[in-house]
């Protein structure tokens, strides 16, 4: 198992996050066109190193309950 790893993550890639909304409401000659674009496209990379020992022990932790339940039983 390696040191480090790459990552790299495109988020909105196909520019989906624009609304558009058209209204039209010919009783008050009222016409309307709004479109929202919400910039989310998003290019990251990222780079991950794991240094010092890798090789940790496993450290036992207990609750005072469970040392409770031992003393009583």
Not at 2 to 25: C, E, H, P, Q
Not at 36 to 54: A, E, H, M, P, Q
Not at 58 to 66: C, F, K, W
């Amino acid at each position: 198992m390696g040191k480090s790893t790459l990552a790299m993550t495109y988020s909105d890639m196909f520019n989906g996050m624009i609304w558009r909304f058209i209204t039209d409401v010919p009783e008050i000659n009222f016409d309307s066109y709004t479109q929202y674009d919400w910039g989310t496209r998003l290019f990251k990379i990222t780079y991950s190193y794991t240094f010092g020992n890798r090789k940790l022990k496993e450290v036992d932790v207990r609750s005072g309950s469970e040392d409770e339940r031992k003393r009583v039983q």
